[in-house]
């Protein structure tokens, strides 16, 4: 069974920065495209950023460009999300995804592979 946990959430002053990770499990993850999306309160889920299976290629949302940096660990089944100069529309639960394509991560397709319950980042101002 696939299992995606993602930790490294919380509260952080505007500026400020955190990095999240994501765990994987019950899945060959060398194999899989990983990546990041987001839902703040009241709004429609968001892709943030993803990295394909060999890590040689990134993608992020314009909203991100810049600040947040996606990473993978193949070694150690986990992706990191860092994040610098967080501002308070940054506010959501990021979740983590695993899908073969990474554009399937992109467009958010109703049919990614796995994805994690997600974790609170609060940017306060």
């Known amino acids: 069974q696939v299992q995606l946990v993602e930790s490294g959430g919380g509260l952080v002053q505007a500026g400020g920065s955190l990095r999240l990770s994501c765990a994987a499990s019950?899945?060959?993850?060398?194999?899989?495209?990983m990546g990041w999306l987001r839902q703040a309160p009241g709004k429609e889920r968001e892709f943030v950023a993803a990295?394909?299976?060999?890590?040689?290629?990134?993608k992020y949302a314009d909203s991100v460009k810049g600040r947040f940096t996606i990473s993978r660990d193949n070694a150690k089944s986990t992706v990191y999300l860092q994040m610098n100069s967080l501002k308070p529309e940054d506010t959501a639960v990021y979740s983590c995804a695993a899908d073969r394509f990474i554009d399937s991560i992109v467009v958010i397709s109703t049919s990614l592979d796995a994805w994690g319950q997600g974790t609170l980042v609060t940017v306060s101002s």
């Open positions: 019950g899945l060959t993850f060398s194999g899989y495209a």
């Open positions: 990295i394909s299976s060999s890590g040689g290629t990134t």
